[in-house]
């Protein structure tokens, strides 16, 4: 056991001491690869990542690759996009089988991350932003004080996505629709946090305040 450990530990000092070019050289291709796969995406999420509501798809546009990489192994799994009641969640869960391994997932991945942040439009109307900061105070403890998001506890931005999938999405969470099934770790933490936000105006009130936050 221990063995296996220290090999590990030695793994990741060989990975991190590589030569910074051999590095760069490995996520540039990994960057290419996944702008050709990235042609699956577009139809639904845009050139540039900016989502395209008609589709219900979110911008995904410079999210983390590490959110990415494990939102597209849940969709693959069927932890994710497969409750009956989500049925935005189970149009992406087809799509994920594109991506045929974890290489094509690292890749697109990779590629997303370049993209631009999406900030598509404001849509939802009668949020209070006032009383959604007070709701806020909780999910800054994962999401940062500023919506950016925070890898060290898998919690991703919010601010620049769409307003509308804050919405349907915290929805689902509160329903189970989302992080109900039982291996969806993350999803349950943060179904246990939805349960702070009691009813549709206290989700949209908070998802105003996570709106106000974005920076021009
Ligand atoms: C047919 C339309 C469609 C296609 C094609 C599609 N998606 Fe999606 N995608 C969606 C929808 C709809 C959602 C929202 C799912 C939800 O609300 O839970 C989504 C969600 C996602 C999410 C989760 C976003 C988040 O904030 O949690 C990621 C990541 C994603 N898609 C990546 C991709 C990638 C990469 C591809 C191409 C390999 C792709 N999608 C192709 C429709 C699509
Ligand atoms: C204890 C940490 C934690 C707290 C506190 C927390 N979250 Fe989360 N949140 C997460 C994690 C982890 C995920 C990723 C879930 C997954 O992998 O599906 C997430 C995901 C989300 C998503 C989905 C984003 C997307 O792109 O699909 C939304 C929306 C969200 N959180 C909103 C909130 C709001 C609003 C609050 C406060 C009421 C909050 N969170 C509090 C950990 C937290």
Redesign the pocket.
């Known amino acids: 056991m221990t063995r296996v450990w220290i090999g590990v530990a030695l793994g990741a000092v060989l990975l991190t001491s590589l030569p910074s070019t051999a590095q760069d050289d490995v996520a540039a291709a990994d960057v290419e690869r996944g702008r050709v ?2 042609h ?2 577009v ?3 845009g050139e540039q990542g900016e989502g395209n509501p008609l ?4 911008g ?1 546009g410079g ?1 983390g690759a590490w959110y ?1 990489e494990a ?2 192994r849940k969709f693959q799994s069927g932890i994710r ?1 497969t409750h009956p009641d ?1 049925l ?2 189970m ?2 869960q087809p ?1 994920s089988r ?2 045929r391994n974890d290489d094509d997932i690292r890749a ?1 991945a990779a590629f ?1 991350a370049t993209l631009p942040r999406a900030n598509p439009p404001i849509t939802l109307e009668g949020g209070d932003v006032e009383r959604g900061k007070a709701f806020y105070a909780t999910c800054g403890a994962c999401h940062m004080a500023d919506g950016t998001g925070m890898q060290a506890v898998n919690g ?1 931005g919010l601010v620049h ?1 769409n307003d509308w ?1 804050l919405f349907t ?1 915290m929805q689902r969470f509160k329903s189970g629709a ?1 992080g109900g099934n039982p291996q969806d770790v993350n999803g349950a933490l943060m179904r246990s946090m939805s349960n702070t936000l009691t009813d549709d105006q206290a989700i949209k009130d908070v998802v105003a305040y996570i709106m106000s936050l974005r920076k021009p």
């Open positions: 796969l990235y699956n995406c139809q639904c999420h589709a219900l798809a979110p995904i999210f990415v939102q597209l996009g989500d935005q969640g149009r992406m799509m594109v991506l697109v997303v991703p996505t999938y999405t989302r």
